[in-house]
């Protein structure tokens, strides 16, 4: 099965300085790339994806890269605000075109912003 | 839009007692539902996949007879804990796929359960 493995585990970080969290997969059958930051006691909420036939996408201040040939992907906050501050989780999964897959997830960052 | 509600919010019940959480898409409908468990500081664990109108496919480990999945609509998934003992206290969330479109997943607020 899938292995999705997520660094650092914790990221402090100087308010409006940029925050970059990396994660690998093991599958390379995986084409879905999701991101989601939890605060705490709630679920996860989306915050951007990538899909396996682009390279990067972006939203404002996030940024999301893939690297296929390295099954690797990464989350780029820039200008980062004390709002911010949650835990991001990675995940991966194949989304087949049929019915949806379960998510991999990595196993979370702690990004603290510093006032 | 795509917003999932989860009932109730937290529970405490005693063990050997049976607790039904329910998981709902509000605004669209949903293929497939899935079923996720979080223990403090730790991932999401996938337990199980909910297709509506078919069985539940569980993952390994996880015993399809003490946790009970009913996807009764395309807006209403419930999972069961079945006599619920302490170890199975945990954060209990649920997410939801688009009927069309791409498969994004949407997450409810979660359900903590503290079994006594």
């Known amino acids: 099965g899938e292995n999705v493995e997520q660094h650092p585990s914790t990221l402090s970080v100087q308010e409006g300085d940029s925050a970059v969290i990396k994660c690998t997969y093991s599958?390379?059958?995986?084409?879905?790339f999701p991101w989601y930051k939890q605060e705490l006691g709630k679920g996860p909420q989306l915050i951007i994806d990538i899909r396996s036939n682009v390279g990067e996408k972006k939203d404002q201040r996030i940024a999301v890269t893939l690297n296929k040939t390295a099954k690797h992907f990464s989350l780029h906050i820039t200008e980062t605000q004390p709002e911010d501050s949650a835990v991001y989780f990675c995940?991966?999964?194949?989304?087949?075109?049929?019915?949806?897959?379960?998510?991999?997830f990595g196993k979370g960052t702690h990004l603290i912003i510093q006032p | 839009g795509a917003v999932v509600s989860q009932h109730p919010s937290w529970v405490i019940c005693k063990s050997g007692t049976s607790v039904k959480i329910e998981c709902r898409s509000l605004?669209?409908?949903?293929?497939?539902m899935f079923w996720y468990r979080q223990f403090p500081k730790q991932s999401l664990m996938l337990m199980a996949t909910s297709n509506e109108g078919s069985k539940a496919t569980y993952e390994q480990g996880v015993e399809k007879d003490k946790f009970l999945i009913n996807h009764a609509s395309l807006t209403l998934s419930t999972l069961t804990v079945t006599s619920a003992h302490p170890e199975d206290s945990s954060f209990y969330i649920c997410?939801?796929?688009?009927?069309?479109?791409?498969?994004?997943?949407?997450f409810g607020p979660g359900t903590r359960l503290l079994v006594l």
């Open positions: 605004d669209f409908q949903a293929t497939t």
């Open positions: 599958d390379s059958a995986s084409n879905y």
């Open positions: 997410s939801a796929s688009l009927i069309r479109g791409r498969k994004t997943q949407y």
């Open positions: 995940a991966a999964s194949i989304d087949s075109g049929g019915g949806a897959d379960g998510l991999t």
